[in-house]
């Protein structure tokens, strides 16, 4: 049957494609090349191809193990592929460092693969496959020199996506920083294949040109083979990739909680709008009172001194109206009896020591002698961390675990340097735009820093006779195969080489590659062995490490490391606390290191230095340089002291009234005291600090002088009785004024001890040394100065010139009086403050600063400004300053494990690893996940991990893990050897981690194999202190996942640092307990141990001012003979006085820490003194109403209160504001001239006008007692 016309041309068309399939089919068969024939001339040690354009060859049966390891996919049937076996080796050889780094995540490295088996061995060579220049023939052979590879756009974007995320744990960058040639910020998927196939790569034997598109081109089909996303499980049945190395398992990002909203009203600070409130409420009831107060008083016509209410008055001693003996409470004769067995204890104790001066003076001598003796083995402690750090706290238990199983933490010596010259010209590169480089990353400003690195490296300082350079203290992790010390600059890019710095790869026309290029590779693969330019220079350190730019650079935007306006150079010295030796070395050099740098003088560079012993020094020099204005602080006081005390009732008798020696010896006595407290604690052991030192003599001056005051004061207004001795006198008065000094002196001396109850070493010992002070200055002064003041009244009455007392003057007696400053108190003051007008001026005026103040108490920065601690013109604040302008990257900061978890078991390794199978809540996941919300956690990168790298390293792809087949020993992968074997096969179960056993075999391998060309996962740079190998190297203990904080510049951020490290730690803790077993995960920072204190410094502080307050309430109800309403107005004016301390830190700027909080616990005791002694004198006043109480009271003491402690401190204190200290001038001058002028106007001002409103009634039995005591006295008239 014919075919129609239509048939015969359907079967001709049917036969064209037919055999266009054929022909097709012909070209997947066929290759590019074969083989390996002659040597690349771009890298002598690799081969290129064999030209061969016919069929795939059968791979011969030695290489069918290696094929289906390296390319499964080519697998199958004859297994007919365009490569021989040495290809395939040559294959493995060049893939061993991406594999090390990528192989974490298999869909990722599945793909990459691909791309280079289809390269390699693929069938189908010549579908996407062009060879595009030949060498010429030799032997018969011709080799290939360029191809072109087709690759689909499509093959290349999914392989990008699976890769890009993927980290490189040690050294905290994604893996693509070091794969791509660039940051992985810049890689792109073109880029990164054109990188890893560019002839000046230093890898690539020959030329290869990728050209993407996923559409044929010029007859080519591209490469456009099947990929893996990273969320996806292969074949094999690896999983899919973890979140820290693919972000498409993660799910919805991080998002940090909000940050909590300030508490608003209305808009406004809420407290400020509650507190203004109440005041006003206060003052509109305060208002009403004195206004129906004055109405009821002009009803009745009343005096100002009247009772309010008819409470005001009660029984005086000159009243015969009422029986008082029949309305005497049981608490108040009670009182009475007590007091009463006070006032005769310390009558006959003081005419004791009065009439036998020279025993109880020598006896004072010999006791004060024995306790001062302790001071021969006084012990200063100026270690800040003994200083802040209990040796209780967490932090402090987290150092020293730290420092026991991984070593201190290294010593820290750096510069930051920047220029005064203007940065260069734009960079022109090949191709791309200009890149801008800063002016320090100027060529002879680099050469220029290279001389001083030199310099500084060939230091030599002297210990003990012997010679010590940086080699013999720094830190070289790869010691003893590499002694370089480990610098962390920028020129160790150039392995600090000048003639490094000068390479240069151009020709007539072009500069292809010079110091520029190479920086900008380093700065994105700082680990890189080898530059994609010629001459290929090393990235890694000198020392074998990575140097990274953050750590070397500052000023820069981002990531454009070449806007960098400033250089650091870090020189890193080991540390030894407990070798006293080794670390006499290191300080030695150091001070070299200083003083170096201070006479080093270059135009164009500015230097911002540091060492670590330098922070110590200046504060140790900073002291040394305030003992200048201390001296003349305290002269000053003794001066005022010594001419204060004297009542010159004539100028005849001006040197005879004078009491300047009795000051003196006051004085000396005040000082004996503290000198007999830090000798005491010196014999129990108790090391001093340089706050007991600068601040118990100033309080024990206060508490003192205060003291003295009042007992010379009272006896110079005394009138001795009719036939009375001078012992019974100054007994007598003793007897009346000893109450009030034991009241005051035991208060301040149980709050102080409750003091030390702080955890803080600084409060506890200042708070031991104090109360003890105190103590030992009250038995001196009822003793030694009694006796001392009975010597002075005998020369006085006896007319001999002060301190010259063998010089008599005639018989000449003057007129007793009474005092200007008395008589100004008594006529003048007094009266006004209690006046019935000034009075609620007076409470309104003070209710407003404390509502004030207690509005501002939570607004009050807790913390410590480090550049307060520094003297005014110290090369630290300049560093500092520099620190915070220039530096992007916090402390290092060490997630640390106990020893007792078990890493050997997969279970184990999941809580902990962070790739391919391990948990999503595991320690270096979640620590990656913190880093994606830095600005909340303050955790800055992903962490460096141990484990990670180790199953990368020990992976039968990698060429890391070899063992000598003879000895078992390991053997490095640079070594060609025959007798190197691979750690493990290359079968399912050897790809699979390392456990129980096999995971001890190999792990001391990895943590002494150096990183190198053909392996760069080897841990003994970055892993060798992080691992702590226990029973012989069978087990594992403790161990460390290290990362780095953001960069923190103020207290609140260190503070915030460090809490939220913990919080993270111990959310890692709880995921990854293991049944039965003891361990916890911490994180330890250098800065820990000096800002733990601030997370619970508000409550220490309320704990201790609180418990000073009871101790006062408690003390003052006993000694005022059980008038707890009288030791409650007390606690309540302290109370008053301590919130406005918080006001007056608030206005002044001054924060709450450790020093502030000695100075309100010092506050405490001083504001007893103020209060204390007004109290009892108005409880022991026997007028008829509280005013004429309060106006006595007032009178009598507060005359002796603003004389001594106020007018002696005043003066001495603005002395502090000249001291060149910055902690003296703001928590010295400032807190102790708001201690003593809130001390002096609240003592003096709000509390007798307290007492008038407020105050006790008279204790009815007292003044039976005082009738019965005065009774048949010459001083009855004056009362009756």
């Not at 074949?235 to 998002?255: E, I, L, N």
């Not at 001071?375 to 040796?391: A, F, G, K, R």
């Amino acid at each position: 049957m014919g075919l129609s016309v239509e048939k015969h041309v359907f079967l001709f068309y049917s036969l064209i494609i037919v055999l266009a399939g054929t022909h097709q089919l012909v070209r997947a068969q066929s290759c590019v090349w074969y083989g390996e024939c002659g040597d690349s001339p771009n890298v002598p040690e690799k081969k290129l191809n064999c030209n061969y354009t016919g069929p795939a060859i059968p791979l011969p049966e030695d290489g069918h193990q290696l094929l289906k390891d390296l390319c499964p996919g080519l697998d199958y049937g004859n297994r007919a592929v365009c490569c021989d076996v040495q290809q395939l080796k040559t294959l493995k050889g060049s893939l061993q460092v991406p594999s090390q780094f990528l192989s974490r995540c298999p869909a990722c490295y599945k793909n990459l693969m691909n791309l280079f088996c289809e390269l390699t061995c693929s069938p189908r060579q010549s579908d996407f496959l062009k060879a595009t220049a030949f060498s010429d023939y030799q032997n018969g052979t011709q080799n290939v020199l360029t191809v072109s590879y087709y690759i689909g756009q499509s093959f290349a974007n999914a392989m990008y996506n699976a890769c890009k995320d993927v980290q490189a744990p040690s050294s905290n960058v994604n893996a693509l920083s070091i794969l791509c040639g660039k940051t992985a910020s810049e890689c792109t998927p073109t880029n990164w294949i054109e990188y890893m196939f560019d002839i000046n790569n230093g890898q690539t034997p020959f030329e290869i040109d990728p050209i993407f598109s996923d559409n044929s081109t010029a007859g080519m089909q591209p490469m456009n083979n099947h990929t893996w996303g990273c969320d996806e499980g292969l074949d094999d049945g690896s999983g899919p990739c973890s979140c820290q190395d693919c972000s498409a398992t993660c799910g919805p990002s991080p998002v940090p909680p909000p940050q909590p909203q300030p508490w608003l009203i209305f808009g406004m600070d809420a407290m400020n709008v509650i507190m203004g409130i109440s005041y006003t409420l206060f003052l509109l009831i305060l208002i009403a009172a004195v206004v129906g107060v004055w109405c009821y008083r002009k009803k009745t016509v009343m005096s100002e001194y009247a009772p309010i209410l008819g409470s005001n008055v009660g029984p005086s001693l000159g009243n015969d109206g009422k029986d008082l003996s029949s309305v005497a409470s049981s608490c108040d004769t009670l009182g009475e009896r007590f007091e009463n067995s006070l006032r005769v204890a310390f009558t006959w104790w003081g005419s004791l020591c009065a009439r036998r001066p020279l025993p109880v003076v020598l006896l004072t001598l010999v006791v004060v002698a024995a306790c001062s003796a302790g001071l021969y083995n006084m012990q200063i402690t100026t270690d800040p961390v003994e200083l802040w750090s209990s040796p209780a706290s967490q932090a402090r238990r987290d150092k020293d675990y730290f420092d026991t199983h991984f070593g201190p933490f290294f010593r820290t010596e750096q510069l930051i340097i920047t220029t005064t010259l203007a940065p260069d010209e734009p960079f022109s590169p090949t191709s791309g735009p200009d890149v801008p480089f800063g002016a320090p990353l100027r060529k002879d400003v680099l050469h220029q820093v290279l001389d001083l690195q030199t310099d500084l490296e060939n230091i030599e300082a002297t210990f003990e006779g012997e010679k010590v350079t940086l080699k013999d203290i720094c830190l070289s992790p790869l010691a003893p195969y590499n002694s370089n010390c480990t610098i962390l600059s920028v020129l160790n890019y150039f392995q600090n080489s000048h003639e490094v710095l000068e390479h240069q790869f151009a020709d007539e026309f072009y500069v292809y590659a010079d110091y520029h290029t190479h920086f900008l590779y380093c700065v994105s693969s700082p680990t890189s062995l080898n530059d994609i330019s010629k001459p290929h220079d090393p990235c890694l350190g000198t020392y074998g490490g990575p140097v990274f730019p953050w750590l070397i650079l500052g000023g820069y935007d981002a990531t454009n490391y070449n806007n960098a306006t400033a250089l650091v150079i870090t020189f890193p010295v080991n540390n030894y606390h407990n070798d006293s030796k080794r670390l006499g070395k290191a300080l030695a050099w150091e001070t070299e290191f200083i003083r170096f740098i201070q006479n080093y003088s270059n135009p164009n560079l500015t230097i911002a230095y540091n060492s670590e012993r330098s922070i110590e020094d200046e504060i140790n020099r900073e002291s040394a340089s305030d003992i200048t204005t201390i001296a003349i602080s305290y002269a000053i006081m003794f001066l005022y002291i010594s001419l204060a005390l004297g009542h010159i009732q004539s100028c005849g008798r001006l040197l005879v009234d004078s009491k300047i020696s009795l000051g003196i010896a006051g004085i000396m006595i005040v000082l004996s005291s503290v000198a007999c407290s830090l000798g005491i604690f010196s014999y129990a052991g108790v090391p001093l600090t340089l706050i007991v030192i600068e601040v118990i003599p100033f309080l024990v001056l206060a508490v003192g002088v205060d003291n003295i005051f009042i007992i010379v004061q009272t006896y110079q207004r005394d009138i001795r009785y009719q036939n009375e001795e001078v012992d019974q006198q100054i007994g007598r008065i003793l007897g009346e004024v000893a109450p009030s000094m034991l009241l005051s002196s035991f208060s301040e001396t149980v709050a102080f001890f409750l003091g030390a109850l702080s955890n803080m070493p600084a409060v506890r010992t200042f708070s031991l040394f104090a109360g003890l002070a105190i103590l030992i200055d009250f038995m001196l002064q009822i003793s030694c100065f009694i006796s001392l003041l009975a010597l002075d009244v005998k020369r006085q009455e006896s007319n001999r010139l002060d301190i010259l007392c063998c010089v008599k003057l005639s018989d000449q007696q003057g007129d007793p009086s009474d005092g200007l400053l008395f008589r100004f108190f008594k006529k003048v003051y007094a009266p006004f403050v209690l006046k019935e007008w000034v009075r609620p001026l007076v409470v309104a005026l003070f209710v407003g600063i404390l509502s004030f103040s207690i509005a501002s108490v939570n607004k009050v920065e807790v913390g410590l400004d480090q550049t307060l601690s520094m003297p005014d013109d110290s090369f630290v604040l300049d560093y500092f300053g520099n620190l915070t302008k220039y530096l992007h990257t916090g402390a290092p900061v060490y997630f640390v494990v106990e020893e007792g978890y078990d890493y050997r078991t997969s279970e184990g390794q999941n809580q902990v690893c962070g790739g391919v199978g391990c948990n999503n809540d595991s320690l270096v996941q979640q620590l990656y996940i913190a880093s994606l919300m830095s600005n909340y956690t303050k955790i800055a990168y992903t962490p460096s991990s141990w484990l990670d790298d180790y199953f990368d390293w020990v992976k039968p792809q990698s060429s890391c893990c070899r063992y000598y087949n003879t000895s078992g020993a390991f053997c490095n992968a640079s070594v060609v050897s025959s007798e190197c074997m691979p750690c493990r096969d290359l079968t399912p179960s050897g790809k699979e981690r390392p456990t129980g056993n096999d995971f001890m075999r190999f792990l001391p391998m990895f943590l002494i194999d150096n990183p190198n060309i053909n392996c760069g996962k080897g841990g003994h740079a970055a892993y060798a202190t992080a691992v702590d190998l226990i029973g012989n190297d069978t087990n594992v203990g403790a161990t460390y996942f290290m990362t780095y904080h953001t960069i923190l510049t103020k207290s609140p951020d260190f503070i915030t640092a460090m809490k939220m490290a913990r919080e993270l730690a111990d959310n890692i803790t709880l995921s990854m307990r293991q049944e039965g077993k003891d361990y916890r995960v911490f994180p330890y920072s250098v800065f820990y141990v000096f800002y733990e204190q601030y997370l619970t410094i508000v409550y220490d502080t309320a704990l201790n001012l609180c418990a000073s307050l009871a101790a006062i309430f408690v003390v003052t109800s006993v000694l005022l003979g059980f008038q707890f309403w009288s030791a409650f107005l007390v606690s309540l004016t302290i109370a008053m006085i301590l919130v406005n301390m918080f006001g007056v830190m608030w206005l002044w700027g001054i924060s709450l820490n450790a020093v502030s909080l000695v100075n309100l616990v010092m506050s405490c005791g001083i504001s007893v003194e103020f209060c204390s002694h007004i109290v009892r004198a108005f409880s022991t006043s026997t007028k008829g109403s509280r005013v004429e109480r309060a106006e006595e009271a007032l009178a009598h003491m507060g005359s002796s209160v603003f004389s001594g402690i106020t007018l002696t401190k005043f003066g001495g204190i603005l002395i502090l504001a000249l001291s060149k200290s910055q902690i003296f001038q703001v928590f010295y001058f400032r807190m102790y001239l708001a201690i003593v002028l809130l001390g002096a106007t609240h003592g003096l001002i709000f509390l007798p006008v307290l007492l008038s409103y407020a105050g006790p009634s008279v204790n009815k039995a007292k003044i039976l007692a005082a009738s019965a005591r005065v009774t048949g006295t010459e001083r009855e008239w004056l009362l009756n």
